[in-house]
């Protein structure tokens, strides 16, 4: 599985890439994760408001800081 | 229908009963409160309480209905207008779209990859930080409903004139170039159920909780000392009516700020029950939310140092101008 976190670098951004790198622990995922903080490539996938969560390479939520729970929901799915 | 919005006004947004309940909570133990320390913790305790619960509600309102509008789904609206017709929208979108200042080169790059206008981007800018539904509200609470629209008015035709005096000025070349090169992506918008939104504006009031209490504290401290502390012949000397220097000092003292307009609530109440004018205090206000180095910084990687220069000086320019505006037909609102 590819995970990426897109944002520049401010707190939110960092406790998104905290709860993904929690959730995907609690749920033994051995996965690659990235996180994404140039600009360009951010919008790129356009993505306007960061935080973001992309999985496999689609975009699963933009401007939100997830919780851990709600990140374990998303991948279940 | 007067006396309703008087008693929404005093009650339910002021909270003025607020007051009465700490006053005589610390005449109870001891405190008197006409003295400068009871009068100062007074006011900090109200106030702190007061924002804070305002905070909380207004917020969650907010982001209910903000969740309807994220930048993603603004971007696809704007594309169908032209002219000053999307610069309007786009004032009046920013005023509902959820923005964070570190989001603003993501959002810079989307609208200028999708083709959208400068002046659209730059209208968006303006009114986003500056006008928001939590603002108005904030404003009635002390100033009144009256005051409260026409800023949201004055606000909107200031990022309106600046979006299109950016444009006229065809500033385009001032884009830095990545973000011209950038191609468009259109996403498709995450859909949310009511449960899903009702999650969202939660999480959005314990994250802003948690983000601005400082800025409130601050806030209403210097807003006690302010209120209890300095003399009023000094604020009336550099903020007052017959210093005609006022709008543009409180201006220049906002521009660096960075603080939350929650933040900036305290100050305001208690420079103006020391006879500041409206307009100066509006002055403040609008300088530390829509300007501040923090932004300016960020914006600056999107934009080159020229564009960045004329987009201060209109907004700056502009927020004096309606200070005085403000200044002059005081009588007339509050």
């Known amino acids: 599985m590819n995970v990426k976190i897109l944002g520049s670098g401010c707190a939110k951004c960092n406790q998104l890439e905290k709860n993904t790198l929690t959730a995907l622990n609690e749920m033994n995922i051995k996965a690659d994760v990235e996180h994404v903080t140039d600009f360009a490539k951010i919008a790129a996938y356009g993505v306007m408001s960061t935080p973001a969560l992309m999985l496999d390479d689609k975009v699963i939520s933009m401007g939100r800081v997830l919780t851990v729970e709600d990140i374990k929901n998303i991948i279940s799915k | 229908m007067n006396t309703v919005l008087l008693f929404l006004q005093d009650q339910i947004l002021s909270m003025k009963w607020l007051n009465v309940i700490v006053g005589k909570f610390l005449n109870l133990i001891g405190l008197d409160t006409t003295l400068w320390l009871g009068g100062a913790l007074q006011f900090f305790f109200y106030d702190v309480i007061k924002i804070l619960i305002l905070l909380s509600v207004l917020i969650f309102i907010i982001s209910y209905i903000q969740s309807y509008f994220p930048p993603e789904r603004t971007k696809k609206i704007l594309g169908k207008y032209n002219g000053i017709t999307a610069r309007i929208i786009s004032a009046l979108l920013g005023t509902v779209t959820p923005f964070c200042s570190c989001s603003s080169i ?229």
């Open chain 2, 106 to 334: 993501p959002l810079f790059i989307g609208f200028t990859s999708a083709g959208l206008p400068i002046g659209v981007t730059f209208s968006f800018l303006i009114s986003s930080p500056l006008v928001d539904l939590g603002s108005l509200i904030l404003l009635a609470s002390i100033f009144g409903f009256k005051t409260a629209i026409v800023y949201v008015i004055v606000g909107l035709v200031l990022a309106v004139i600046g979006g299109t005096l950016i444009e006229k000025l065809h500033l385009e070349n001032y884009i830095e170039d990545f973000v011209k090169n950038i191609a468009n992506v259109d996403i498709e918008n995450t859909v949310m159920t009511k449960h899903d939104r009702i999650d969202y504006a939660k999480e959005q009031v314990k994250l802003t909780v948690h983000k601005i209490y400082l800025y409130v504290l601050i806030g209403v401290g210097i807003g006690a000392i302010i209120h209890n502390v300095i003399p009023q012949e000094f604020i009336q000397m550099v903020l007052g009516e017959n210093n005609p220097f006022s709008v543009i000092i409180a201006t220049l003292v906002g521009i660096p700020m960075y603080a939350d307009i929650f933040g900036t609530i305290p100050i305001a109440e208690a420079l103006f029950s020391k006879g500041v004018e409206l307009g100066t205090i509006l002055s403040f206000m609008m300088a530390v939310t829509a300007l501040s180095l923090p932004s300016m910084i960020m914006l600056r990687r999107a934009i080159k140092p020229k564009l960045l220069t004329i987009f201060v000086i209109i907004v700056t320019i502009g927020i004096i101008l309606i200070g005085y505006g403000f200044n002059a037909f005081q009588y007339l609102l509050v």
